[in-house]
């Protein structure tokens, strides 16, 4: 059986070798993402898998695969946003997602951000950084005073709950599914406005959809406290970066903690090192010293590549072998 892998990235070599060393297939790469200039390398493979955050809305590209006998594409994220379910159904090609690859790796990145606001690292590392070794401004609550609000108390919420609980945090958590059981150390709220008035720290790890698209905005931002932080480890588009842009600079809030952004797009994995940066929010955001910005690598963990290559490589054989997969999405 052979597979092509797209998007390969710096991380996922040593997982393919170790995947190759098990698992009887040939296995070829492009460091490309699926397009309409590379469609064409996965001709002669049986399977393929991608990963990639822009969406693949050229019907061609369907079609080709579909042309080349491809049956499936094993995507190596949880999301699927990026496919039209419609076109793969109509060109026959299953598809396949990871749906949990390491929700610690996600949790960890959010317990970061926390501990980095907290403690006032955005102050202190460019004070250290130009040898001012001063204390004012530095002062800073211990995280077992205070409360943590998780906006979806799902996998992800989960962990973060049980990481945050565990160093003395009361948790208070919002979710449209309440799963009590699971999560004993989460009080949950019956609002979400309840939460937002409530925590020192919020935390989001809901999905993006219609539901929770722009939920943080001029509105909601105005319920926080103005000493809390709001972090997002989530997707970008739940939170408005003009709205909280206007929030931090009349005060409204402390601080943000962003690992993904509603203007993430064209620049998160891109070298803008010297060129100029044409998106106004995330300008500004970078500008502001109380706003933590990662380039959507909460995931980024090495436990979290090696499941991704494992999940989708196993989900495409089975695919291809017996037609069906627990990781099908419908
Ligand atoms: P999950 O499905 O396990 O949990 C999501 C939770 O949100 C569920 O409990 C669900 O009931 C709840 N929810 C859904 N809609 C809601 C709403 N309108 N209000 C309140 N709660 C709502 O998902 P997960 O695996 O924990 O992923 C959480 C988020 O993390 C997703 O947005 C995912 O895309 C994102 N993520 C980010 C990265 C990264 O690298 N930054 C990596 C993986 C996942």
């Known amino acids: 059986m052979k597979i092509f892998i797209y998007g390969v990235h710096d991380g996922e070599f040593e997982p393919i070798d170790e995947y190759l060393k098990i698992n009887n297939i040939k296995i070829e790469y492009t460091t490309e993402q699926l397009n309409s200039d590379t469609v064409s390398l996965a001709q002669g493979f049986d399977g393929i898998s991608i990963k990639q955050s822009n969406h693949i809305t050229d019907e061609s590209i369907y079609k080709k695969l579909n042309t080349y006998n491809i049956k499936q594409i094993a995507l190596r994220t949880a999301g699927y946003d990026m496919i039209d379910l419609k076109l793969a159904n109509k060109y026959n090609l299953t598809i396949t997602n990871v749906p949990a690859y390491s929700p610690n790796a996600i949790a960890e990145m959010a317990l970061t951000h926390t501990m980095f ?14 040898h001012n070794f001063t204390w004012p401004g530095l002062l800073a609550p211990e995280i077992r005073n205070l409360t943590i609000g998780i906006i979806g108390v799902g996998r992800i919420g989960g962990v973060y709950a049980k990481l945050v609980s565990g160093l003395g945090a009361k ?12 999560n004993p150390v989460v009080e949950y709220q019956e609002t979400l406005n309840e939460l937002l008035r409530k925590a020192d720290i919020i ?12 939920m943080i905005n001029k509105k909601t931002l105005k319920l926080m ?43 998160f994995q891109h070298n803008y090192h010297g060129k100029e ?32 290559i494992d999940i989708s490589l196993d ?3 089975e695919v291809l072998t017996s037609k069906t997969s627990k990781n099908i999405v419908k």
């Open 225 to 267: 406290k103005p000493t809390a932080y709001l972090i997002n480890t989530a997707r970008g588009p739940i939170v408005n970066s003009r709205d909280l842009i206007d929030a931090l600079e009349n005060k409204e809030l402390a601080g943000a903690g962003l690992d993904t952004l509603d203007c993430e797009i064209n620049y």
């Open 277 to 308: 940066i044409k998106s106004k929010e995330l300008k500004k955001l970078l500008q502001m010293e109380n706003v933590l910005i990662t380039p959507h690598i909460s995931f980024f963990t090495k436990t979290a590549l090696k499941n991704m």
């Open 117 to 130: 606001l907290l403690r006032k690292m955005y102050l202190t590392i460019p004070r250290i950084k130009s």
């Open 315 to 317: 989900s495409a054989i």
């Open 171 to 182: 948790v208070i958590g919002y979710d449209i599914v309440r799963r009590e059981h699971e």
């Open 203 to 214: 935390s989001i790890h809901t999905p993006h959809d219609d539901s929770t698209e722009n």
